[in-house]
Structures are given as structure tokens and as C-alpha cells.
């Protein structure tokens, strides 16, 4: 009964990317921390994340292999440094980052939720 919820692609993906969202926010934290240190180079998910999980999903047989996928810090190599110290970060950016992690990261935890709901529901048969 447990099982299929929690071991579906769905709930699995979902669990991921949350890990991701919760360390994309430690990263946005340090950048803004460190906006004034020189040489200091902006931080975030690197990008072979995504590439795992684009990989592993198209496999066929994510939740298998979920727990292998890890999101990491790296720096961002995207991003060139417009001061002369160069730090990289720039404080309009990782605001409006950290927006937009905290909505995927509501979002990613409603998903999850709702799956706890689903058992919920199934054990005890109530919705309330």
C-alpha cells in the first residue's frame, strides 16, 4: 500500500527536485552573504543535476534509481563578473532567484503532500 506511493516517478521526482530547491535557497543565502566579498563567485545547483534527472527519466525507471541523484553546489560558470573586484553576484538576481525558489519550493511541497494526503485518506478512510 505504502510502496507505490512513495516509489512512484512522480513522488520521486517531486522529492528531488525539493532537495534541490532547499539547496539552491543555501546557495542563494551565501551569494547575498557574500556580495561584497572580492573574487567571490556566485553559486548554484550544478548543471549536471538536471542532466541526471532528464537522463534517469527517460530510462523509463526513475524511482529505482532516485536515491543515485544527488544536486550538488557549484559555481556559476553562466555568470561574468561586471565589477572590478570579481565577485559575480549581483543582488537584483539572487532576489528575484530567491522568489522563484520559494514558490517551486511551495509548489514541490504541495506535491509531496499531497501524496501523504493520498495515504492519509487510504488509512483512514477520511478526507478531513
Known amino acids: 500500500m505504502i510502496a507505490p506511493i512513495f516509489n512512484s516517478d512522480h513522488y520521486q521526482l517531486a522529492r528531488k527536485l525539493l532537495d534541490a530547491s532547499v539547496l539552491r535557497e543555501e546557495a542563494i543565502a551565501s551569494n547575498i552573504a557574500n556580495a561584497e566579498t572580492p573574487g567571490y563567485q556566485r553559486l548554484d545547483i550544478a548543471p549536471d543535476f538536471a542532466t541526471q534527472l532528464k537522463a534517469q527519466l527517460a530510462s523509463g525507471d526513475f524511482a529505482a534509481h532516485a536515491d543515485h541523484i544527488r544536486p550538488q553546489l557549484a559555481a556559476d560558470l553562466t555568470v561574468r563578473s561586471l565589477r572590478p573586484d570579481g ?3 549581483e543582488i537584483e538576481r539572487e532576489l528575484l532567484a530567491m522568489n522563484h525558489n520559494a514558490v517551486q519550493h511551495e509548489f514541490l511541497t504541495e506535491v509531496v503532500s ?5 495515504l492519509k485518506v487510504a488509512i483512514t478512510g477520511r478526507t478531513a
Open 87 to 89: 565577485n559575480t553576484v
Open 114 to 118: 499531497g501524496s501523504l494526503k493520498q
